[in-house]
Every structure is written in structure tokens, then in C-alpha cells.
């Protein structure tokens, strides 16, 4: 089965720093595009951070410079670098693979 797995949200102040990571199950996540989105109550989902099969990386605007998403391989795992965080970065966040699976989400409050 695919399943997602979210961990490293919390609680910071404005200009901090998360590290995100989504644990990836039953397939392997090297062979498929992966993202990361973010929700807030009210709003669509907003696509964040994507990288592809090949290791290319694409950034919304709002993020671009701050964010950095990477994927390690062997321990089948994807990151998000978060960086200069600002209020308007708290959101859930959520790891996607192709095809609409998801991860449960992640917390990030930047206050």
C-alpha cells in the first residue's frame, strides 16, 4: 500500500527555520514526481515545492530563495528546507505523489 507520512511542523518565530520530512511507503519515491503543498482554513490547496523523477526542482513565488526540497533515496524520504519563515507560511502541510495520495499533514505555525 502507499502510504505518506509527515513529521517536523511546530511552532516557531518569524525567521526561523523547519525541516519537514515525509516518509514514503510502498513505492518508491525516486520514481515518481513528488511535492509538497500547503493549506489554510478558507483557501485551496497551494502547491509549494515539486521535484521530478530526475531531481528537477520547480518553487511557488511566495517561497522561492526560502524553501529548498530535496529527496534522499535511500531512506525513501522527502525534505522541505524551510528557511526564513513568515507568518503567512503557516499552513498544513502535506506531501503528494502523483496520482492524489497524500500524507495526513503537518502543522507549521510561524508567529
Known amino acids: 500500500q502507499v502510504q505518506l507520512v509527515e513529521s517536523g511542523g511546530g511552532l516557531v518565530q518569524p525567521g526561523e527555520s523547519l525541516r519537514l520530512s515525509c516518509t514514503a511507503s510502498?513505492?518508491?519515491?525516486?520514481?515518481?514526481?513528488m511535492a509538497w503543498f500547503r493549506q489554510t482554513p478558507g483557501r485551496d490547496r497551494e502547491g509549494v515545492a515539486r521535484?521530478?523523477?530526475?531531481?528537477?526542482?520547480t518553487y511557488a513565488d511566495s517561497v522561492k530563495g526560502r524553501f529548498t526540497i530535496s529527496r534522499d533515496n535511500v531512506k525513501n524520504t522527502l525534505h522541505l528546507q524551510m528557511n526564513s519563515l513568515k507568518p503567512e507560511d503557516t499552513a498544513v502541510y502535506y506531501c503528494?505523489?502523483?496520482?492524489?495520495?497524500w500524507g495526513q499533514g503537518t502543522q507549521v505555525t510561524v508567529s
Open positions: 521535484i521530478d523523477r530526475v531531481g528537477y526542482t
Open positions: 503528494m505523489r502523483s496520482q492524489g495520495y
Open positions: 510502498g513505492f518508491s519515491a525516486s520514481t515518481y514526481s
